[in-house]
């Protein structure tokens, strides 16, 4: 028996796995779940919040939300969600023991990255 | 409701230690937020670059104050999940992974209990 302690499920980033469709949405789904727990979340609070303590803070973040940097924030937010809200719903069908075989799972890896930049794109376009 | 198998909890909890509880809130909660999808996004598209009375005129109506409390505490606890399974997948100091934890479980906590606050300010306009 070896002694060195293993892994308990694979590791699919570096040298041991080839990197394909599969493992890019699998880390995609996590750095955007990742920034919108980071980022997006207390952006929200901390709009709510602005908004409830009158109009002199809601207005001084609206004037940074209307900024380069805010509204690239608010891209990369926009696009975190569909993506997020793609791949989640991908995991809910497998989950329900469905689309399993390796054809479906590529193939659904691509209606989520297609589907992701068209709501994205739907979104900015509707909240311009 | 227990979906748990019977021989699942004779053999323990697996390598978690809590068996499929977590795995179980994680689907869950993504359901809750899968079917406020629609309200969100209109919510978002609609309030995007609205001045300060239309905004808490919206925000203070009995319909979007109890789906912004919802809201929040599905998206703080679905956050906490999520963020705890990153930390013990790429976090190996024992110590650290502990303090990231309780700091994580602590913020989304608080983060809820401020967004129901700030919700409920704006429904009663105090």
């Known amino acids: ?128 | 409701m227990n979906m748990q198998n019977p021989l699942a909890r004779v053999r323990g909890t697996g390598s978690s230690g809590e068996g499929s509880h977590h795995w179980r809130s994680q689907r869950y909660s993504a359901l809750i937020l899968l079917l406020m999808t629609a309200w969100i996004l209109w919510l978002g598209v609609s309030l995007a670059g609205a001045d300060y009375a239309f905004a808490s005129a919206t925000m203070s109506s009995f319909f979007n104050t109890g789906m912004v409390i919802l809201f929040a505490g599905t998206v703080f606890y679905h956050a906490q999940l999520g963020l705890q399974v990153v930390i013990e997948d790429y976090v190996h100091i024992a110590t650290l992974e502990f303090a990231l934890l309780l700091i994580v479980r602590f913020a989304c906590l608080v983060a809820f209990l401020i967004s129901a606050i700030a919700a409920l300010k704006l429904a009663l306009g105090a």
């Open chain 1, 1 to 128: 028996m070896s002694t060195t302690k293993r892994p308990m499920s694979p590791y699919m980033l570096g040298p041991y796995y080839k990197f394909q469709i599969t493992s890019l949405l699998s880390i995609l789904n996590r750095l955007t779940g990742v920034f919108m727990s980071v980022v997006t979340a207390p952006l929200l609070l901390y709009w709510l919040v602005a908004l409830a303590s009158g109009e002199e803070a809601f207005a001084a973040l609206s004037a940074f939300l209307g900024s380069v940097l805010g509204m690239l924030i608010i891209a990369a937010s926009v696009f975190s969600f569909s993506f997020h809200l793609m791949g989640g719903i991908r995991h809910l069908i497998w989950d329900a023991g469905w689309m399993l075989e390796n054809h479906q799972v590529r193939s659904s890896g691509w209606a989520a990255i297609i589907g992701a930049i068209l709501l994205t794109l739907v979104v900015l376009g509707a909240g311009l």
